[in-house]
């Protein structure tokens, strides 16, 4: 779920060092690498590096550079995994000028394409799916570019949500099927495309709209065009991201995140979720909002009863199960006393791996509670997602492998509920066939295209 960030001034005046505070706010999205992309007398310059935006690219540096289109990225691994040559963005000089892209997604016909492309003699760089839609584009030597990006788009499949420099305009590209989100913000002159409309809060700038599913944005000096796209029979906008993966400041597809979660624990509540004169307590901080809007539905006591140590990151996008493991120990203590001879109602957003959940509990009862209640604000996650969440395999996913009573003796709880996909729905606001929910209930696009990323 890597996150995306563009920018292009009008009057030119330097945007580096606004796509460098953009992916500061998109972190959340990915913690392996960060890079950006610009463009100088005709070529591509590329700046990135593993680890956190800090880490990786230096302000100082980047706020020197007088370029007025740039493009960024952060990134979480899923297809062609954590190697230094897959950061992103990628770029190349090839026939028709310089060309440089950032992608947030997964193309379920990767591998393919990929075969397809080696056969005419491509020479991959990199192992990432990012990297097929440069190599369309550069087998299409005759094209114009913006021509040839089209094209490329047309012969992929899967989740892409992009920003794409060409010669002196930024492109901003949505799958017609709107898995990833995308929006776009203003601050005068200047223009901007964020996986996520938090992120123009930190520059100034004022969200315009969301790029709808299957549009092309050309952003230049005439300011925004608009290239559609035929539109398909249905949306699939990715649920996880009002679950989990966004941050709650943000808005998509014009629902707000943090309404959303409260409504999600709100929801739980009104399935009985919480026993009377119990308190309530939220994993943080993904579960938190939901946790208060399960408590003000119940009328229960709220509680910050789990403190998180925010010198550790999120768990649950960190590459191995050993490490994921090692982060739950440092990362989550319970506040003393709170818990004292009551019952403790957990609200947490997902229950993917399991990894947290059962310490938790275990940590919650050994701190004083009389039981320990799991709430989940979403549906059991059983199928593994080909779009760009880092779950591949039925194998990894507690819900597939145990019913919800066999998953609750797992992690040791008292009881263990979640919401149902129509209660999921219509909290979010949106109908079911407006929505991704395949990691609930297997509602795949097409059976064929899960079976094509396999082995890529």
């Known amino acids: 779920m890597c996150g995306v960030f563009g920018a292009y001034s009008t009057k030119g005046s330097p945007v580096l060092e606004d796509i460098y505070l953009g992916l500061c706010a998109l972190q959340h999205r990915g913690q392996l690498s960060a890079g950006v992309a610009w463009t100088d ?20 540096e980047l706020a020197k550079i007088d370029a007025h289109a740039a493009i960024g990225h952060v990134r979480y691994a899923t297809a062609g995994g954590t190697r230094p040559e897959n950061c992103q963005p990628l770029g190349a000089d090839y026939a028709q000028g310089p060309i440089a892209i950032a992608h947030n997604g997964n193309l379920t016909n990767a591998r393919a394409l990929a075969a397809y492309l080696a056969y005419k003699g491509a020479i991959f760089q990199t192992t990432c799916d990012s990297e097929t839609i440069l190599q369309l584009i550069a087998h299409q030597p005759g094209a114009v570019p913006l021509e040839a990006l089209e094209t490329a788009l047309s012969k992929v499949e899967g ?100 309404r959303t979660r409260k409504e999600l624990g709100a929801t739980l509540a009104r399935c009985g979720g919480c026993p009377k004169n119990a308190v309530v307590a939220g994993m943080p901080d993904s579960g938190t909002l939901a946790a208060i809007g399960l408590a003000e539905e119940a009328g229960a006591d709220f509680e910050a009863g789990v403190v998180r140590n925010r010198y550790v990151g999120r768990t649950f996008i960190q590459p191995t199960q050993r490490v994921r493991e090692a982060g739950v120990k440092i990362k989550l203590n319970p506040q003393p006393g709170i818990f004292d001879g009551r019952e403790a109602v957990i ?110």
Not at 41 to 60: C, F, M, P, W, Y
Not at 371 to 389: D, E, L, N, T
Not at 391 to 398: D, G, K, R
Not at 415 to 423: A, G, M, R, T, V
């Open 41 to 60: 007398d005709g070529t591509v310059r590329i700046k990135k590096g593993l680890g956190l935006v800090h880490e990786a690219l230096s302000q100082n």
């Open 347 to 456: 609200v947490d957003d997902s229950l993917v791996r399991g990894t947290t959940a059962g310490r938790i509990v275990s940590m919650i009862r050994g701190s004083g509670a009389a039981k320990v209640h799991m709430r989940i604000a979403s549906p059991p996650v059983r199928f593994p997602c080909y779009y760009g969440i880092d779950t591949p395999t039925s194998a990894e996913l507690m819900a597939a492998q145990m019913s919800v009573p066999e998953l609750c003796r797992k992690i040791d709880a008292d009881s263990l509920e979640y919401i149902s996909c129509d209660e999921l729905c219509r909290a979010i606001g949106l109908p079911k066939d407006e929505l991704c929910t395949a990691c609930f209930d297997g509602d795949y696009l097409e059976e064929e295209e899960k079976n094509d990323l396999l082995g890529f």
């Open 159 to 258: 989740a892409y949500s992009l920003v794409v420099l060409l010669n002196d305009c930024l492109i901003a590209a949505r799958d017609p099927w709107g898995f990833r989100p995308l929006a776009i913000g203003r601050r005068g002159e200047d223009y901007f495309v964020s996986s996520e409309s938090c992120a123009f809060d930190i520059i100034g700038a004022e969200m315009v709209r969301d790029v709808e599913p299957g549009e092309i944005l050309v952003i230049d000096k005439r300011g925004i065009i608009s290239r559609k796209r035929p539109p398909k029979p249905r949306h699939y906008r990715c649920a996880f991201e009002y679950v989990y993966f966004a941050r709650p400041d943000s808005v998509i597809d014009g629902r707000s995140v943090y």
